[in-house]
Each structure stands twice: as C-alpha cells, then as structure tokens.
C-alpha cells in the first residue's frame, strides 16, 4: 500500500510509479503554487513514455497574456487532438487544488473544489504507470485516495494528510 502514501511539498519536476495502475473510483490530488512568472506547466499521467493524461496549463496564447488549460495524450511520441478550455482556475501566483478522479469512461478533473472538465479514455487507465509534474509551479502535496473501502490508505496517511492541510509550510516528504 506504500503506493498510495501521500508526498508532502515535493520538489518539481517530480514523479512517481503508481503501482498496480490506475483503478475505478482513484482520486490523485495535487496541492500546489502557480509562479507568478509562469508559461506553463503540467500534471501528465504516463504509461512508460506515452502520457494517457496530460493536464497542461498555460499562460500565453502566442503574444498575448491569457490563461487557458490544455489537455491532451501522447502515444509513440505523437500529440493527439487537444480539448482546450478557454479559462484557468489555475492564476498565476495562487494556490490550487487539483483533482482528477478515475472513472470508467473518462477522468472527471476538478479545480478548488469545483468541476472543471472531463476527459474522455483514449488510451487504458488501467496501464497507467507513473505520474509526473512539470513546469512553473510548486507543490505541497501529491496524494492518492481509492474509495473501495479495501483499498482504503491507513488511518496514519490520513491524519497527516489533514494535519498538513492545517499548516501547509510544512515539507516532509513521505515516500
Ligand atoms: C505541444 C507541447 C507539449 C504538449 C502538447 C499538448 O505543443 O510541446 O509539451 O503540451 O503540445 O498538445
């Protein structure tokens, strides 16, 4: 079950396997700070080199200063279509709360506590092996949730988990 401990205030670029894959009803969140100086940055769920899920946003469009998320996948080294939304809950400078949840049919992603958009399996979430986070931004923490009772991460994760949520300064790194 080590694999579902949460990281505290991870530097970035950061990665980490996600052993056994992805299953329906995982929730992976990820606290963390837009730079305030920010292009870009991205939370990519990959299957070895290939990114089934590539959560990208940015900060310019062309020359003009504009905040907008990409989202994409990448097989065999190839970007596929993007789905774009022409809006950030992710400002530059500010904290931010990003969920994704594992569905059947698609990742349903969420922004402070809000819906923000749905990206429908293009490629199995089942061989999903890693994920990785790049780009300007920091975290203070990347966690793992299964809903199934049986996967359930120990009462300690948890207590830490809400103890960091009340004092976020603090950067252990549980690996
Ligand atoms: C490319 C960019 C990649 C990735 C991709 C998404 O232009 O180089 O890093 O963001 O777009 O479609």
Redesign the pocket.
Known sequence: MNQLLPVFGPRVPFSKPIQGGLKDGMTITVCGRVLPNADRF?VNLQRNSDVVL?I?PRYTWFWISYGYV?H?SCQNGT?DW?ENKSETPFPRGQTFTLQIVVTQDSYKISANGKPFSEYKHRMPFQNVDSIFIGGMVELSLVAFQHLAPHHAAPLGSFVSYFKHLHNPTTHNSHK
């Open positions: 991205h590539h990208n990409v994409n970007w993007e």
